[in-house]
């Protein structure tokens, strides 16, 4: 048997879909890509720490077409949104956007995706890696409302860091270092439509872009690296070890349908008390009483060597006993830490309970840890930009 190390090959198919900005993509040097919500993401460019301070220092702009945007609109849109959600949307205004969980009969968490009142009687929920547009569906078909769900040609892509207001106040004006946290607006990029909100999955400065022409992607990839080009803009893949400082989760691998709001630090306070009805209320003011047995918190690892990534959920224990999993775990080069996050039972979910882990790595150690790292108020996202345009 040869000893030459096995390779594997990702094979590009039909039945995968690509986003108007993957030929950018490649041409930027793309080394690796994850299918993720039957998709191709950029995975790798470059060295994870030059991308990582790149993003904390700079400008980088990242294709996540895979955030499939699902459209509800009609005369009852803003009814049927909000019995989706255990969010209180009555008061979410136009142009304003929500963190949203989308919540299961029993409470579960069906996805977490960025909704955007777009527009009158319209809004995006734009997601990944779940059939939550498909789960909408089903669940209209059921109300009688006056509705749609709809796959509208939307395609987002971020530009993060802290000069990602200047990058893109050259492109549609300094308007856009007015959009507060949270909220968006339409522009114009050159003659390509778009709709820019003031969010993104690193918990630093920075816009979601979203075309709305889906035959325009190079057209808007472009306009946007020659716009940050004296920032020294660079591509990079979704940064882990921003989010994970951060407290931002990822569906599929830290929560899953199993999972309620409840479970999960930091999600707790989505479950906003209400007098209308919604999927999973029942279920969830009765967990809000009962309390839960396990959550999902943070761990910090006595190893300050960095290791590579993971590629399957990782044992934890506690003296001696078996007590759940961890579920990511990456270098901080800011933190200068391994960190990640970890399932455990009520009990030892406090800061610095003492964890055993079998990694693929071999045997660690670490500690409970709070979340988020960093920034735990969300401060740094919602600074203003206005000082940052001379």
Excluded at 173 to 189: M, N
Excluded at 217 to 245: N, Q, T
Aim: net charge negative; charged share 25%.
């Amino acid at each position: 048997m040869s000893d030459a190390p096995f390779t594997t090959k990702l094979y590009f198919g039909p039945w995968y879909r690509r986003s108007p900005f993957f030929d950018a993509t490649q041409r930027a040097g793309c080394k690796a890509y994850d299918i993720y919500n039957k998709m191709y993401l950029p995975a790798e460019y470059d060295d994870p720490t030059l991308e990582y301070w790149a993003l904390n220092e700079g400008v980088t702009l990242w294709d996540v077409g895979v955030e499939r945007t699902v459209q509800i609109s009609g005369p009852d849109a803003d009814r049927f949104i909000d019995r989706l959600t255990c969010r209180d949307l009555t008061r979410c205004m136009v142009k304003q956007g929500k963190y949203m969980i989308v919540t299961a009969p029993d409470g579960g968490i069906v996805n977490d995706p960025v909704l955007l009142h777009v527009d009158r009687d319209t809004w995006w929920m734009q997601l990944a890696d779940s059939d939550a547009g498909l789960y909408a569906m089903g669940v209209l078909s059921q109300t009688g409302l006056d509705a749609e769900v709809s796959y509208p040609d939307v395609h987002p892509v971020q530009v993060q860091g802290p000069r990602s207001g200047e990058t893109l106040a050259k492109l549609v004006g300094t308007e856009v270092l007015d959009l507060r946290y949270y909220w968006c607006d339409s522009f114009q990029i050159g003659d390509v439509p778009v709709v820019i909100s003031r969010t993104g999955w690193s918990a630093v400065p920075g816009f979601e872009v979203n075309l709305l022409d889906g035959s325009r992607g190079d057209e808007l990839w472009e306009a946007i690296m020659s716009a940050g080009e004296e920032f020294d803009i660079r591509p990079i893949a979704p940064s882990e070890a921003r989010r994970v400082e951060a407290g931002i989760f990822n569906y599929g691998s830290d929560m899953t349908l199993r999972d309620t709001p409840f479970h999960v630090t930091g999600l707790e306070r989505l479950v906003e008390e209400q007098p209308q009805d919604y999927i999973g209320k029942e279920a969830l003011e009765r967990i809000r009483n009962e309390g839960v047995d396990r959550k999902l918190v943070g761990i910090r690892f006595d190893s300050d060597e960095p290791f590579v990534g993971i590629t399957r959920p990782w044992l934890a224990s506690c003296e001696g006993r078996e007590v759940g999993q961890v579920t990511d775990a990456v270098w901080s080069p800011g933190l200068r830490a391994n960190i990640g996050f970890v399932w455990v039972p009520i009990e030892l979910a406090a800061a610095g309970t003492a964890l055993d882990i079998d990694s693929e790595h071999g045997h660690m150690t670490g500690s409970t840890a709070a979340i988020p790292f960093v920034d735990p108020n969300k401060e740094r996202p919602a600074q203003s930009l206005r000082g940052t345009v001379a």
